[in-house]
C-alpha cells in the first residue's frame, strides 16, 4: 500500500527541481540531531525551519517516525492512529514506510492519507535517504498517557530513530478563535511560545501538560509525546528557530500562525 503525495502541488512544489529550492538536500549534514518538534506548514513558510533539523541530524539515524495532529478526522484521546502504508510517495520517488504495530490503536488509511501534518515532513526524509513511520493523535488526558505512549514509540524503535512532532504554535486572531493579547499579540505570542519551547527542550512536560494545552498549539500533543521520549532516552534538548506567518510575508494582519522548532541531541 503507498500513501501518495496528496498535497503536492498545492503546499510545497510536486515538480522535483522546484522542490530542490525548498528542500535543499545540498546543505544537509551531521550535527547530532534526533529529535524534533518542527512546523507542517505548506513549506513556503515551513521550511527553513524544518530544514534546520535535517541540516543538523545525526548520521546514525535511519528511520524518522512522525508524530502528528489529526485536523480532519476526530480521534478518541489517549490513542494513536496509525495506518498499513509501507511506501509513500513524494515529487522524489517513494520512501519505505514502516507501519508502527502498537498495542493500543486506530488504523484508518484515510486519516493518515489526508493529513499534512505528516507529508511536509516527506520530501526532506527522501531526500535524506532514511525510512519513515507515522502515527497521529489529538489529545490525551494526562501524564499517565503521555508517558504509556511514549514508552510503547522507544519499545518498538531502535537506537538510530529519530522522532519528529508535527507541530505550529499559536494560531492567533479571529479567523482561529483566539485573540486574549490585543495590541500586544506579536510581542504576547512570542513570549508564551518560546517560553513553551524551552520547557519542551527541558523534557519538563508535565508543566507543559499543565499550561499549555489551552490554546492553539494545534500539535501540543505529539510535542509532549516526543520531550516525554527523548527524556527516557537521555537526550539534550535546546529551542531553535521562531518566526510567524507574518515574517514570512513581510506584512502585519490580524491573523497569523507562530512557528518554533525544539531539537535534541543524541
Given at each position: ?48 525551519i ?60 484515510a486519516?493518515l ?96 501538560l499543565?499550561?499549555?494545552?489551552g ?52
Open positions: 500500500m503507498e500513501r501518495y503525495a496528496e498535497f503536492a502541488g498545492n503546499w510545497y512544489p510536486e515538480n522535483g527541481d522546484e522542490l530542490d529550492e525548498y528542500v535543499r538536500p545540498d546543505l544537509f549534514g551531521y550535527g547530532g540531531i534526533m529529535d524534533a518538534v518542527l512546523p507542517h506548514a505548506g513549506l513556503y513558510y515551513s521550511r527553513d524544518i530544514r534546520q533539523y535535517f541540516e543538523k541530524m545525526d548520521e546514525k539515524i535511519c528511520r524518522i517516525v512522525i508524530i502528528s495532529p489529526s485536523h480532519y478526522f476526530r480521534l478518541p484521546p489517549d490513542m494513536l492512529c496509525t495506518a498499513r502504508f509501507t511506501s509513500s510517495r513524494t515529487p522524489y520517488g517513494s520512501i519505505e514506510t514502516i507501519p508502527l504495530e502498537t498495542e493500543e490503536s486506530i488504523v484508518s488509511e486519516a492519507q489526508k493529513e499534512h501534518g505528516i507529508e511536509m515532513f516527506l520530501p526532506f526524509i527522501k531526500a535524506a535517504g532514511v525510512a519513515v513511520s507515522y502515527a497521529l493523535i489529538n489529545e490525551v488526558s494526562g501524564m499517565e498517557s503521555i508517558n504509556r505512549i511514549a514508552e510503547e514509540l522507544i519499545g518498538i524503535t531502535d537506537g538510530n530513530t529519530g522522532f519528529i512532532a508535527s507541530s505550529d504554535f499559536t494560531h492567533y486572531g479571529r479567523r482561529f478563535g483566539y485573540m486574549p493579547y490585543g495590541n500586544e499579540a506579536e510581542s504576547r505570542v512570542r513570549e508564551r511560545d518560546c517560553e513553551c519551547a524551552r520547557l519542551l527542550s527541558r523534557m519538563e512536560t508535565e508543566e507543559v499543565r499550561r499549555f494545552t490554546g492553539t498549539i494545534c500539535g501540543i500533543t505529539p510535542a509532549m509525546i516526543i520531550s516525554r521520549v527523548a527524556e527516557l532516552k537521555g537526550r539534550t534538548g535546546c529551542t531553535g528557530l521562531f518566526c510567524t506567518s507574518d515574517d514570512i510575508t513581510g506584512s502585519r494582519s490580524e491573523n497569523f500562525v507562530s512557528y518554533q522548532s525544539v531539537l535534541w541531541r543524541r
